[in-house]
DNA sequence: AAAAGCCCCTGGATGC
DNA sequence: TGCATCCAGGGGCTTT
């Protein structure tokens, strides 16, 4: 479910709620893609100093160690005071004085890792291979340029792949590349810079919108105040297959890259 | 080093 | 109605 948009959009619900909260309890229920990482007892009485995110992980800073959160597929977060009793697929609880954090995912792909610090070599192994932020001002186009000539594989694979920029999941993959007029299968490095550049401010200008549309909720995803998100509504190709485009009206196509669907205009991408 | 495939897991939609 | 099959927003690991 969850690209950066929504990723966003669920640590701008809740960042500065839960600012502050000293942490009552921590409860882990089935286990998520890796363990914890610590004794859960052993965070209770820290407080809450900011929550970050780095690609699509959000990063909850105590003010010792540091929660890393990924929602994974299917995952979702909730804050609140008020919450429903927990489910079979609420798999992490975090009780603090400002409210409740739960983590809902069914397929449990997600993951809670604590870490000492973001620097330690368990954060490492998870954070230390990602791109560029693509909201960010480090998100250089020079820099973009010379990530994407080192790859021969197909361009929709590279932004999925998230080493030289993060947060472009399958859904707006197939719609950033839309915008920039590039055809998915075409190989990385045979894009020339002005292309580079189109798929640069492509990229930013389809984040943004997207987390200003509240993300995409196309199943189930709700920010951590439980507002669903409307970008799905926008989306120019993804999941449109057989349908008009919206700007030459030709059939949308669907392909499959690495067993992820991929939707492409076939007359607007041309090459 | 990079690329391609496999796999983790559950649930909803579709087809017979 | 029941059962099998396919598909889903991610990404680490293993094999080429």
Redesign the pocket.
């Known amino acids: ?3 950066l948009p ?1 990723v966003e959009v669920t640590r701008l619900s809740f960042a500065d709620r839960i600012f502050g909260a000293k942490v009552v309890s921590v409860r882990m229920g089935k286990a998520l ?1 890796w363990p914890l990482g610590c004794n859960p007892a052993l965070l209770a009485g820290r407080t809450v100093r900011a929550v970050r995110r780095r ?2 992980y959000l990063l909850i800073d105590l003010d010792h160690g540091v929660l890393l959160v ?1 929602l ?3 995952g979702s977060l909730i804050f609140s005071h008020q919450l429903p009793p927990s489910g ?2 609420d798999h992490f609880e975090m009780v603090t004085t400002h409210g409740t954090l739960r983590l809902n995912d ?4 997600g993951a809670v890792v604590y870490a000492s610090s973001d620097e330690t070599p368990e954060a490492l ?2 954070l230390g ?1 990602l791109g560029m932020e693509p909201l960010s001002d480090d998100f250089d186009v020079n820099l973009f340029h010379v990530g994407l000539g ?5 361009i929709k ?2 932004l ?1 792949a ?1 080493d030289v920029v993060v947060g472009v ?3 707006y993959a197939s719609e950033v590349l839309f915008m920039a007029g590039i055809r998915p299968t075409v190989s ?1 490095s045979r894009l020339s810079q002005p292309r580079v550049a189109k798929l640069h401010a492509a990229i930013r200008e389809v984040l943004a919108r997207a987390v200003a549309a509240g ?7 709700s920010s951590a105040s439980g507002k669903v ?1 409307y970008f799905q509504l926008e989306a120019m190709v993804y999941g449109r297959d057989g349908q008009p485009c919206r700007v030459c009206g030709s059939h949308i196509k669907s392909v499959r890259q ?4 991929t939707f492409y205009c076939p007359h607007c991408q041309k090459f």
């Open positions: 479910m969850p690209e929504e893609r690609g699509k990924h994974g597929m299917s079979v697929h069914p397929r449990r792909f192994k998870l291979k080192r790859r021969k594989a197909a694979q590279v999925l998230g999941g399958n859904i990385s993300g995409s909720t196309l199943r189930d995803f998100g690495g067993q992820r669907a």
